[in-house]
């Protein structure tokens, strides 16, 4: 389709029903939705801007993020609702920001670039973030760091993993939950917040990307493409898919990837969550 001819469906899938509902469509790129711990909004990315959703009347209202506004798609809300974290480019290369949920201008987080923001821990106290270091010609490693929402010295958790990506911590706060290709394709792991008791959470011949534990349950949400993806592109045939004590169940096929599931995306009952889909131009 080309990212100048897409059109972007934000849905709702419900677990009790196995049920999705489509509640806005945009010919914009829209991407990443979060949800509000409230409960009654959500945010999401325009095509470099953040935009609530008010579920009520579901419109994109701008979210005002100062001199943040070439942000991309990894976002989140604090477990307080007081505070989004954006990734945007500072200096051409990505940074973390806090910026109130009310709108206004962002403080710096992160020193180091670049940084991808992916999850808070629920105390609301640390951040979960993907970081690539080491080499100054963008070569260097994917991996996932922790942080102090405060700012301060970052903890390096993986190494030699391959390309890490989507770090999301679970209800108790205890594990990580992540994704890395060192066994080849993209596999769901976890690991302690100390980055030991590494597990691999996932061994098939999908490629999966983007884990995210549901806040009232063992249950993990993830995104699975098609064997031999490389990377997480957009516009493909994927599916969502619910890891429970061990087993997994697919609950919807549709066409997305990128966008559709970056970033922490359930309700805060659990009960819900929303994803991005895609399709062309109307």
Same mark, same amino acid.
């Given at each position: ?15 009790? @029903? +196995?049920? +999705? ?19 009654? !909004? ?22 005002? @993020?100062?001199? $943040? ?13 007081? +505070? ?10 990505? @940074? ?36 690539? +270091? ?11 760091? @922790? ?10 958790? !993986?190494?030699?993993?391959?390309? $890490?990506?989507?770090?999301?911590? !679970? ?30 959470? !996932? ?80």
């Amino acid at each position: 389709m080309g990212r100048g001819r897409v059109r972007s469906f934000l849905e709702i899938y419900d677990l009790a @029903t +196995r049920s +999705r509902e489509i509640i806005l469509s945009s010919e914009r790129l829209i991407e990443a939705p979060n949800w509000h711990p409230d409960g009654k !909004t959500l945010l999401v990315n325009g095509e470099g801007r953040l935009y609530r959703v008010p579920l009520s009347a579901p419109a994109l209202v701008p979210l005002d @993020t100062g001199d $943040c506004v070439a942000c991309n798609n990894d976002h989140g809300i604090s477990p307080d609702g007081a +505070r989004v974290m954006v990734s945007s480019k500072l200096g051409g290369s990505s @940074t973390v920001f806090s910026v109130p949920w009310a709108g206004g201008q962002p403080v710096q987080i992160t020193a180091k670039n670049p940084s991808y923001w992916h999850g808070w821990a629920p105390d609301g106290r640390r951040f979960a973030f993907v970081g690539q +270091r080491g080499a100054s010609d963008g070569s260097g490693a994917f991996d996932i760091y @922790t942080m102090p929402v405060a700012g301060g010295a970052e903890l390096r958790l !993986t190494e030699e993993m391959g390309h $890490c990506d989507g770090p999301d911590y !679970t209800r108790d706060g205890r594990w990580i939950w992540f994704n890395s290709d060192v066994s080849g394709a993209a596999q769901i792991w976890r690991m302690r917040l100390d980055g030991s008791d590494k597990q691999m959470m !996932t061994n098939d011949n999908s490629v999966n990307w983007f884990p995210h534990p549901s806040p009232v349950s063992d249950s993990m949400l993830y995104l699975a493409y098609p064997e031999g993806t490389l990377q997480h592109p957009r516009d493909r045939d994927v599916s969502l898919r619910l890891l429970r004590d061990g087993a997994m169940e697919e609950l919807c096929r549709f066409n997305g990837g990128q966008g559709s599931i970056n970033v922490p995306c359930w309700a805060p009952d659990g009960r819900r969550f929303a994803f991005m889909s895609y399709g062309a131009p109307g």
